[in-house]
């Protein structure tokens, strides 16, 4: 990221001081944030200090990358946690009954739910919906994380009104592939010896679904968690359209000021987020399913 963001057009120092400054506050400026130094340098230092714990200084803020990165990516968790529980609550129910379905027209119409999500750009899902339901109807506002006046977000309905829209737009990507797992997933093991022998022996209906929800767990568990890391990574473009002040926000507003202490150190912490995530998934597969712990 320190490389890439240097072949960047401009510099970093020319986003807090006015055209005419003096070029040795410039100096001095690049001397304080290291930027005088050649890059090799730069990220051996920046790798140095990151170690102790020390993101650095905000080049736009003067405050520290940690305390930004911090308030911002709880904002981002908030809301992903938000889309997470009601992409795959929706996606499992929709999966499962499209599985199950007799009716092809039920099977179609569920296909066609995830096509779409899987399909349509979710930014411009959020700027449909911020015209439809924020400037045409008025029933929900816009962006922002909660009404002006609040001080930071409260489990209310005025400020749970300010998460429907982002977490509808930020939702429907993984809804299409959940959904589309799920289902491919529950078909395929509807089809296997053993729920054949299930349905000899008579046991019922619900008693079967559960024994082909634990074995269609572990696929299931492996995309969730991959969508879900895609979630907390992948929302700078429904975080600046719904000014939610987020990881994504923060990462768009870093980008346009060339802010490279904040740029890094929220790199960092979603790589960290995505990495444990992942390693979280791959031990609860491990206790649903005993089989893969053994393999």
Excluded at 185 to 193: A, R, W, Y
Aim: proline content about 6%.
């Amino acid at each position: 990221m320190l490389f890439r963001s240097h072949l960047a057009p401009g510099d970093p120092i020319s986003a807090i001081v006015p055209p005419d400054a003096p070029k040795e506050v410039v100096d001095k400026l690049k001397e304080y944030y290291g930027f005088d130094k050649p890059l090799p340098v730069q990220y051996l230092r920046w790798l140095a200090v990151t170690l102790t714990g020390d993101f650095g200084t905000s080049i736009g803020t003067g405050r520290p990358v940690a305390t930004e990165v911090g308030s911002a990516f709880s904002n981002t968790i908030m809301l992903a946690i938000a889309a997470s529980t009601f992409a795959f609550t929706l996606a499992m129910i929709l999966g499962t009954a499209a599985a199950y379905a007799k009716s092809r027209a039920v099977d179609r119409l569920v296909t066609s739910i995830a096509l779409v999500g899987v399909s349509v750009p979710h930014f411009w899902l959020a700027i449909v919906l911020v015209i439809v339901f924020s400037v045409e109807l008025g029933w929900l506002p816009p962006m922002g994380l909660g009404p002006e006046s609040a001080p930071g977000w409260r489990f209310d309905w005025a400020h749970i009104r300010h998460m429907i829209l982002p977490t509808v737009a930020l939702s429907v990507i993984p809804l299409g592939v959940v959904t589309r797992t799920v289902r491919s997933t529950i078909k395929e093991i509807l089809s296997m010896e053993f729920v054949t022998a299930l349905q000899a022996k008579g046991m019922n209906d619900s008693r079967i679904l559960l024994h082909v929800l634990k074995n269609a767990a572990p696929t299931c568990l492996a995309v969730m968690g991959l969508q879900a890391g895609n979630l907390i990574g992948g929302s700078i473009l429904i975080e600046t359209v719904f000014a939610w002040p987020g990881t994504g926000f923060l990462l768009n507003s870093a980008i346009f000021r060339r802010d490279l202490p904040i740029l890094q150190g929220t790199t960092l912490v979603l790589a960290f987020f995505f990495m444990m995530l992942n390693l979280t998934v791959d031990v609860i597969q491990t206790m649903v399913d005993p089989r893969i712990k053994r393999g």
